[in-house]
Every structure is written in structure tokens, then in C-alpha cells.
């Protein structure tokens, strides 16, 4: 299968500061990526859809001023947390689909701890 | 919004027995995927479905996708301790895709 690369696999940050987690496709053109975040033990939310070269659509309830999507080129999206809080610590997670998203393929998630 | 139905949600088995993981929504999908996740790592591509009435085997997996392209299932066989672990599925549907809450299971050995 495709491999997408997500970086940093762990982070452990300061209340107030900002995190930037990058989504990488590495042997395909990704012109969409998805962001997810995941709670213990349950499954995937979407946060987010982003297409190359245009802004990211958020999900009902999300803030996209406190996760700010970037998706510049066809194989890097990046999400920035901002002004992080304890509550925002969860395992955040990308996936990257090629034109149509008949399928896609996960970075293999970053677990953000803010303290 | 959650627009696949998975069940069951927990599934606590022995080593040896059977099982089947349902994915059902009133939505037609382009394809539909089925993931495996453990924990702290991202989920990992298990099959890709697409035609209706699909049947595709892994192994001791076998998953078919319903004939209206709004279901599918997820059959184990002779589970083992290593199947343990998250399942989702994951349908793609307008350029987007959506997951089923999961089914986690525990293979007891």
C-alpha cells in the first residue's frame, strides 16, 4: 500500500503554545488529506478535509482557528494546534487519498500531550 | 456525522471461534475499506471493496460488500490472539470518507 509519514509520532507541549504535526505522501499525489482525532478507545472523528491548494472544510464544532490546515502541495498537509490546551491532548491522525477517494491510506498518528 | 452503522462495538472471543463485523448505512458508496487499528498506531488499509456483491478473502478474513453497495461484513475465521484489535470500515462516498464508530476485539487465548 501507499505510505503516508506523520511527524511528530509524540509531543508533549506547554498550556499556551502552538504544535504543528505534518502529513506527508510519500509515493503518491495526495489531493485530499483528511485529519482525524481520536479519543481512548473509540474511533476516528474527522476534524477536517482539505484539498490541495484550497481551503480546509471543518467538521460542525471544530474550530478552524485553533486548527489551522494547511495543504500547500500535493504531498505535505500540516495542522497546526494553536494556543494548545490540556483538553486538546488526544492522538491525532492523517490520511491522505489520491483524485476521486476511492480509498486512503493513515500516517501513523501523533499523540499530543499538552501539560 | 456518522453515516455507517457498525456493530457489534465490543467482541470478546476465544481463540478458534468465528466472528462477523457488520457495516451498514443508507448510503451508497463509491468503495468502502476496512481498516485494522492497534493501539497507538493509525490504522492500517486491511481491503478495498468497490464492485456490489463483491467478495475478497485475506487469509482468514473475508469481507463482502452488500449488493447495493450500502453494507458489508467482516468474517473471521478460527480467530486468533494477533487478530486482536480495532476494525473499522470506511466508506467513500462524494469525495469524502466516513468511518464506523469500530468494533474492538478481543482474542482471548
Known amino acids: 500500500g501507499a505510505v503516508v509519514s506523520q511527524h511528530p509520532s509524540r509531543v508533549i507541549c506547554k498550556s499556551g503554545t502552538s504544535v504543528k504535526i505534518e502529513c506527508r505522501s510519500l509515493?503518491?499525489?495526495?489531493?485530499?488529506m483528511f485529519w482525524y482525532r481520536q479519543f481512548p478507545k473509540q474511533s476516528l472523528m474527522l476534524m477536517a478535509t482539505?484539498?490541495?491548494?484550497?481551503?480546509?472544510?471543518?467538521e460542525q464544532g471544530v474550530e478552524k482557528d485553533k486548527f489551522l490546515i494547511n495543504h500547500a502541495s500535493l504531498t505535505l498537509s500540516t495542522l497546526t494546534v494553536t494556543s494548545a490546551h490540556p483538553e486538546d491532548s488526544s492522538f491525532y491522525i492523517c490520511s491522505a487519498s489520491d483524485r476521486g477517494v476511492r480509498k486512503a491510506f493513515f500516517g501513523q498518528g501523533t499523540r499530543l500531550t499538552v501539560v | 456525522t456518522q453515516l455507517l452503522e457498525q456493530s457489534p462495538q465490543f467482541l470478546s472471543i476465544q481463540e478458534g471461534e468465528n466472528l462477523t463485523v457488520y457495516c451498514n448505512s443508507s448510503s451508497v458508496f463509491s468503495s468502502l475499506q476496512w481498516y485494522r487499528q492497534e493501539p497507538g498506531e493509525g490504522p492500517v488499509l486491511l481491503v478495498t471493496?468497490?464492485?456490489?456483491?463483491e467478495v475478497k478473502k485475506l487469509k482468514r478474513l473475508t469481507f463482502q460488500f452488500g449488493d447495493a453497495r450500502k453494507d458489508s461484513s467482516l468474517h473471521i475465521t478460527a480467530a486468533q490472539p494477533g487478530d486482536t484489535g480495532l476494525y473499522l470500515c470506511a466508506g467513500a462516498l462524494n469525495n469524502d470518507m466516513r468511518f464506523g464508530a469500530g468494533t474492538r476485539l478481543t482474542v482471548k487465548p
Open positions: 509515493d503518491f499525489q495526495a489531493t485530499t
Open positions: 471493496v468497490v464492485t456490489g456483491g
Open positions: 482539505s484539498n490541495e491548494g484550497s481551503k480546509a472544510t471543518y
